[in-house]
């Protein structure tokens, strides 16, 4: 069990994520990113290495596909907002759309 962020510690990790801002989610504080790949092929791939990222973290982002466009949603709903689970499968997400 992870413990919440306090949102200064959200703003200054966020800050270091390119890719992601605040977002809420079911009420719950949360971050966000949209990556847009070649094409609808490319989105599933993504999404698929995705998938093995968060199997092996045992975290699961929020998914939704849009043709190229893929958008998740981070938020630890057990703990109710941001842990650090959260941005660290950010940051491993980050990495694999490069």
Known sequence: MSRLLKDEEIDRQVDGLADWS????????AITATFQLA????A???VNAVGRLAEAA???PDIDIRWNQVTLVLST???GGLTQADIELAHQ????SR
């Open 77 to 79: 709903h057990s703990e």
């Open 44 to 46: 599933l791939a993504f």
């Open 22 to 29: 605040r977002a809420e989610s079911d009420g719950d504080t």
């Open 93 to 96: 997400i980050s990495d694999e």
């Open 39 to 42: 094409d609808f092929a490319a």
């Open 58 to 60: 045992q975290h699961h």
